[in-house]
């Protein structure tokens, strides 16, 4: 599966924002899919992520409340909308396949995940 993430930008603080993932070349639908951020001088880190059917999903305490993961399994496209936005949540936006079918655990670590897309730029103004 290739991924293609898109939709970042320069947004002030409190404000929102929309990415979208393309996946292509795969079965999209039997993998959860989720958002990881890489800010400048730190390690990359889990955001959001939603199971391969789109009914559950789960989030990091710093994100937990503003933002939306969300997929169409048809369209094989997953989305995060990012809402009440703050200045620590500026980083780079990458989203990921998970590297094991049908999981059935809330896959967090970058290890399982085995396809990645370019990353997408968010600053958050303040």
């Known amino acids: 599966v290739q991924l293609q993430a898109y939709g970042g930008g320069l947004v002030q603080a409190g404000g929102s924002l929309s990415l979208s993932c393309a996946a292509s070349?795969?079965?999209?639908?039997?993998?959860?899919m989720a958002w990881f951020r890489q800010a400048p001088g730190k390690e990359r880190e889990f955001v959001a992520g939603i199971m391969w059917g789109g009914e559950f999903t789960y989030y990091a305490t710093s994100v937990k409340d503003r933002f939306a993961i969300s997929r169409d399994n048809a369209k094989n496209t997953v989305s995060l909308q990012m809402n009440s936005l703050k200045p620590e949540d500026t980083a780079i936006y990458y989203c990921a396949k998970a590297r094991e079918q049908w999981g059935s655990g809330y896959q967090s670590r970058s290890y399982e995940f085995d396809s990645w897309g370019q990353g997408t730029l968010v600053t958050v103004s303040s």
């Open positions: 070349g795969g079965t999209f639908s039997r993998y959860t």
